[in-house]
């Protein structure tokens, strides 16, 4: 082999072993890497373990700390619970007894004593569910429970209940409902009242002089069953500055002049209309006035579920004599509830505790049994769960709670245990007597009664006799009620016929409701005019619209309108002749 | 040093002066790892100077010569294998600009141990300054590689200027639009 030959060989072998040499190094290097990353990849491990650990622990110490933060603020709920309890039952008593003293013989002096002292206890009242309102929305625990209601009557009622504090500072109070705004939707009818209240009761306070304006408008969404219902309560009072204005719904601020309250109230609005899914916004000029919209998302509802309640006007209802028992420990609450009752003509039995309560129902019956929640020996709620599971004859009692407790939303609670109503210290006196208006036997026994004075010959006979009975008109409006009768009698004539027609037909298809609704509203037009026999025998047919005789009644009814109407037109012809 | 630059020197000297002659520089330049190098080892920086010396000395080409040849195979090698360094770019200029914030990030990626020298620089309208500075005497391998750059892109920019320092661990390079 030649020199050459011998020396190219020997460099490819070197070469060889270069190539091989290097790629030893480059799996020696390769593995090294690997390890790395195995090394690597278990701190890795280690690491987001230890993290998880961490979180673990952190989320653990933050649930201990939440535990204790809600057993925190469980006791302060309960305490305050109790505490507005505790200051419930003097307040029922100051309250009650001060407006029993009202209607007696006091003079000029102590008549604005007495109603100071009214006003002071319901203020406290109004102050104690602020309080609680507060503590229970921020402990989450304000359910939001809409029911169908009528909110035209609704509104007129809310409104109503501010018209005299309005003309007490000259201010003018105007309602205005568009159009738009549906019949009937459905809404937490407690607390929107209690937004809207707080608005109005704020306006009327804040405006020296001029006008409260309340504006409903409704704006429809794309499906077709809801909207938005819009309430804006507008007034030309003092005005709130810029800078204060993003401050009003904070809890615990305060516009306007010291003294009117623990500025509680436009935070409460706030957190309600939140809790409603809605909102809540003021625009306003200081000097000029303020503009409070409240927007709160609303289903409408197709049923006529028209309450009678909304119906409510200041004036007591009379009420039958009933059969009462009162279980009730407290001997203040016991004095007020008796003159209270004694208001409204009845005489209760009164014992003081659930106990005595049962030993008196097994010797007599009773219309209706308001029990106290809270007695010892046995508690109302005891008392209600055996006089529900006793024999039918004194199962079917019909049971009012009386608590001064609000707390926790008891009304709910109580009514699924079984109660028939709900009352709630202090004791209104129109709330009182509403409740014992809805007592079914006292009802019934009420129409039975009214119905017996009726002679249905006689009612006819005195029509054909051709004269309109004009007693009513003239104790209300005395020489205008003759012209009052001119104004108010077409309207009738038109209205009530073409409703008795749609009456007619309802009870024909055995539409239940529609019967109800349309024979309270002729009766209401009827009432207004002072014909009572037409009154009762709608009321009759309002309150059983299922009735086997409905047909029949309601033919009555078209036949006693059929004799009236000639008799009211020609008095109309007289009316105007002599116009 | 990273094993790149020396598996690719020697890629390079097999390519332009064959097998035997290029085994033959290594043998004669008597590098301590026996030129048996893998891309991702770590090597003295000393053996590519012994293995250049060893070239100029067997194929009697000049030491810029050779290297300017090394920079476009380097360049070639970067199209082939780290298309990463050409993204974003269409001329030199842009390219050079980029070499610390993109291209040494991505080696870094890569090679979290290598050492890099630094490239800064300043634009003042079509005209790049670009200074290199390393712990190493390899300004002139940076000038053939600005010279690869440019060639790469079709010489539409040239360099005006450069200046190499004595130690060659610092240069200062002037570009500019042609």
Same mark, same amino acid.
């Given at each position: 082999?030649?020199?050459?030959?011998?020396?190219?060989?020997?460099?490819?072998?070197?070469?060889?072993?270069?190539?091989?040499?290097?790629?030893?190094?480059?799996?020696?290097?390769?593995?090294?890497?690997?390890?790395?990353?195995?090394?690597?990849?278990?701190?890795?491990?280690?690491?987001?373990?230890?993290?998880?650990?961490?979180?673990?622990?952190?989320?653990?110490?933050?649930?201990?700390?939440?535990?204790?933060?809600?057993?925190?603020?469980?006791?302060?709920?309960?305490?305050?619970?109790?505490?507005?309890?505790?200051?419930?039952?003097?307040?029922?008593?100051?309250?009650?007894?001060?407006?029993?003293?009202?209607?007696?013989?006091?003079?000029?002096?102590?008549?604005?004593?007495?109603?100071?002292?009214?006003?002071?206890?319901?203020?406290?009242?109004?102050?104690?569910?602020?309080?609680?309102?507060?503590?229970?929305?921020?402990?989450?625990?304000?359910?939001?429970?809409?029911?169908?209601?009528?909110?035209?009557?609704?509104?007129?009622?809310?409104?109503?209940?501010?018209?005299?504090?309005?003309?007490?500072?000259?201010?003018?109070?105007?309602?205005?409902?568009?159009?738009?705004?549906?019949?009937?939707?459905?809404?937490?009818?407690?607390?929107?009242?209690?937004?809207?209240?707080?608005?109005?009761?704020?306006?009327?306070?804040?405006?020296?002089?001029?006008?409260?304006?309340?504006?409903?408008?409704?704006?429809?969404?794309?499906?077709?069953?809801?909207?938005?219902?819009?309430?804006?309560?507008?007034?030309?009072?003092?005005?709130?500055?810029?800078?204060?204005?993003?401050?009003?719904?904070?809890?615990?601020?305060?516009?306007?002049?010291?003294?009117?309250?623990?500025?509680?109230?436009?935070?409460?609005?706030?957190?309600?209309?939140?809790?409603?899914?809605?909102?809540?916004?003021?625009?306003?000029?200081?000097?000029?006035?303020?503009?409070?919209?409240?927007?709160?998302?609303?289903?409408?509802?197709?049923?006529?579920?028209?309450?009678?309640?909304?119906?409510?006007?200041?004036?007591?209802?009379?009420?039958?004599?009933?059969?009462?028992?009162?279980?009730?420990?407290?001997?203040?609450?016991?004095?007020?509830?008796?003159?209270?009752?004694?208001?409204?003509?009845?005489?209760?039995?009164?014992?003081?505790?659930?106990?005595?309560?049962?030993?008196?129902?097994?010797?007599?019956?009773?219309?209706?049994?308001?029990?106290?929640?809270?007695?010892?020996?046995?508690?109302?709620?005891?008392?209600?769960?055996?006089?529900?599971?006793?024999?039918?004859?004194?199962?079917?009692?019909?049971?009012?709670?009386?608590?001064?407790?609000?707390?926790?939303?008891?009304?709910?609670?109580?009514?699924?245990?079984?109660?028939?109503?709900?009352?709630?210290?202090?004791?209104?006196?129109?709330?009182?007597?509403?409740?014992?208006?809805?007592?079914?036997?006292?009802?019934?026994?009420?129409?039975?009664?009214?119905?017996?004075?009726?002679?249905?010959?006689?009612?006819?006979?005195?029509?054909?006799?051709?004269?309109?009975?004009?007693?009513?008109?003239?104790?209300?409006?005395?020489?205008?009620?003759?012209?009052?009768?001119?104004?108010?009698?077409?309207?009738?004539?038109?209205?009530?016929?073409?409703?008795?027609?749609?009456?007619?037909?309802?009870?024909?298809?055995?539409?239940?409701?529609?019967?109800?609704?349309?024979?309270?509203?002729?009766?209401?037009?009827?009432?207004?005019?002072?014909?009572?026999?037409?009154?009762?025998?709608?009321?009759?047919?309002?309150?059983?619209?299922?009735?086997?005789?409905?047909?029949?009644?309601?033919?009555?009814?078209?036949?006693?309108?059929?004799?009236?109407?000639?008799?009211?037109?020609?008095?109309?012809?007289?009316?105007?002749?002599?116009? | 040093?990273?094993?790149?630059?020396?598996?690719?020197?020697?890629?390079?000297?097999?390519?332009?002066?064959?097998?035997?002659?290029?085994?033959?520089?290594?043998?004669?330049?008597?590098?301590?790892?026996?030129?048996?190098?893998?891309?991702?080892?770590?090597?003295?920086?000393?053996?590519?100077?012994? %293995?250049?010396? $060893? *070239?100029?000395?067997?194929?009697? &080409?000049? !030491?810029?010569? @050779?290297?300017?040849?090394?920079?476009?195979?380097?360049?070639?090698?970067?199209?082939?294998?780290?298309?990463?360094?050409?993204?974003?770019?269409?001329?030199?200029?842009?390219?050079?600009?980029?070499?610390?914030?993109?291209?040494?990030?991505?080696?870094?990626?890569?090679?979290?141990?290598?050492?890099?020298?630094?490239?800064?620089?300043?634009?003042?309208?079509?005209?790049?300054? %670009?200074?290199? $500075? *390393?712990?190493?005497?390899?300004? &002139?391998? !940076?000038?053939? @590689?600005?010279?690869?750059?440019?060639?790469?892109?079709?010489?539409?920019?040239?360099?005006?200027?450069?200046?190499?320092?004595?130690?060659?661990?610092?240069?200062?390079?002037?570009?500019?639009?042609?």
């Amino acid at each position: 082999m030649s020199d050459d030959l011998k020396q190219q060989l020997a460099l490819a072998n070197a070469r060889a072993e270069r190539l091989k040499k290097a790629r030893h190094e480059a799996e020696k290097l390769l593995e090294e890497k690997s390890r790395e990353l195995f090394a690597a990849n278990q701190q890795l491990e280690e690491i987001q373990q230890n993290l998880q650990q961490d979180i673990q622990q952190a989320t653990y110490e933050l649930e201990v700390t939440n535990a204790r933060l809600q057993s925190a603020l469980d006791g302060k709920s309960a305490f305050l619970g109790q505490m507005s309890h505790e200051v419930r039952t003097p307040l029922n008593a100051i309250i009650g007894l001060s407006e029993i003293l009202l209607g007696t013989r006091l003079d000029e002096a102590q008549h604005d004593y007495m109603s100071t002292i009214n006003n002071g206890a319901k203020s406290m009242i109004v102050l104690i569910d602020d309080l609680l309102d507060i503590t229970k929305i921020e402990a989450g625990r304000v359910d939001i429970c809409p029911e169908p209601v009528d909110v035209h009557d609704l509104l007129r009622n809310i409104n109503g209940m501010f018209e005299l504090s309005a003309k007490q500072k000259d201010l003018q109070l105007d309602l205005q409902i568009d159009n738009t705004v549906p019949g009937t939707i459905s809404i937490d009818v407690g607390r929107y009242t209690q937004i809207i209240n707080n608005l109005i009761s704020n306006a009327i306070k804040n405006t020296p002089q001029g006008r409260v304006f309340v504006q409903v408008g409704f704006r429809a969404s794309a499906d077709d069953d809801g909207g938005v219902l819009i309430t804006k309560v507008v007034d030309t009072g003092i005005g709130i500055e810029a800078t204060q204005l993003e401050r009003i719904f904070g809890a615990y601020e305060q516009i306007g002049r010291p003294g009117q309250g623990a500025g509680l109230g436009l935070s409460i609005c706030r957190q309600l209309c939140e809790l409603m899914n809605g909102e809540i916004s003021c625009e306003s000029i200081p000097g000029r006035g303020s503009i409070f919209s409240v927007k709160l998302p609303v289903r409408t509802s197709t049923s006529r579920d028209l309450q009678a309640s909304t119906e409510a006007t200041a004036s007591l209802p009379s009420l039958p004599p009933l059969r009462i028992l009162v279980a009730e420990d407290n001997p203040t609450n016991q004095k007020v509830l008796t003159a209270q009752l004694a208001q409204l003509g009845q005489t209760p039995d009164m014992v003081e505790n659930g106990a005595e309560a049962m030993e008196k129902i097994a010797q007599s019956e009773y219309d209706v049994v308001i029990l106290d929640i809270q007695m010892p020996v046995m508690t109302g709620e005891e008392t209600l769960q055996a006089i529900r599971d006793s024999a039918p004859s004194i199962s079917t009692h019909y049971c009012i709670a009386l608590t001064a407790s609000t707390y926790q939303n008891q009304e709910a609670r109580l009514l699924r245990l079984g109660f028939d109503a709900f009352l709630s210290k202090p004791l209104d006196l129109q709330v009182l007597a509403e409740a014992l208006m809805n007592v079914p036997e006292s009802l019934s026994m009420s129409l039975a009664e009214e119905s017996s004075f009726i002679d249905w010959d006689n009612v006819v006979e005195t029509l054909e006799e051709g004269a309109f009975d004009f007693t009513y008109l003239k104790t209300q409006f005395g020489e205008a009620h003759r012209a009052i009768f001119a104004e108010i009698a077409p309207s009738f004539l038109q209205h009530s016929y073409r409703e008795l027609e749609q009456l007619i037909a309802h009870a024909q298809a055995s539409e239940i409701e529609k019967i109800s609704a349309r024979s309270h509203s002729i009766k209401g037009a009827a009432s207004s005019l002072g014909l009572n026999d037409l009154a009762n025998i709608l009321l009759r047919i309002e309150n059983k619209p299922a009735a086997e005789d409905v047909v029949a009644k309601v033919t009555e009814v078209k036949i006693y309108m059929d004799q009236l109407k000639p008799i009211m037109e020609r008095e109309l012809a007289q009316c105007v002749s002599e116009g | 040093m990273k094993g790149i630059i020396l598996t690719e020197f020697v890629e390079f000297l097999e390519q332009t002066v064959g097998e035997n002659t290029a085994q033959k520089i290594i043998d004669d330049s008597q590098v301590a790892s026996e030129g048996a190098y893998s891309r991702v080892g770590q090597y003295d920086y000393h053996e590519l100077i012994q %293995l250049l010396t $060893q *070239s100029v000395a067997e194929t009697e &080409q000049q !030491a810029e010569v @050779l290297l300017q040849g090394f920079a476009d195979h380097m360049f070639k090698v970067f199209k082939r294998d780290y298309q990463v360094f050409f993204e974003g770019t269409d001329n030199a200029i842009s390219m050079l600009i980029q070499i610390d914030n993109h291209i040494h990030v991505e080696v870094q990626k890569l090679y979290p141990d290598a050492e890099l020298p630094k490239f800064d620089y300043t634009l003042q309208g079509s005209q790049l300054t %670009l200074r290199y $500075q *390393s712990p190493r005497p390899f300004a &002139q391998v !940076a000038y053939a @590689l600005v010279g690869a750059c440019l060639k790469y892109f079709g010489d539409k920019e040239k360099l005006i200027s450069s200046e190499l320092s004595q130690d060659l661990k610092s240069a200062t390079f002037v570009v500019a639009t042609a």
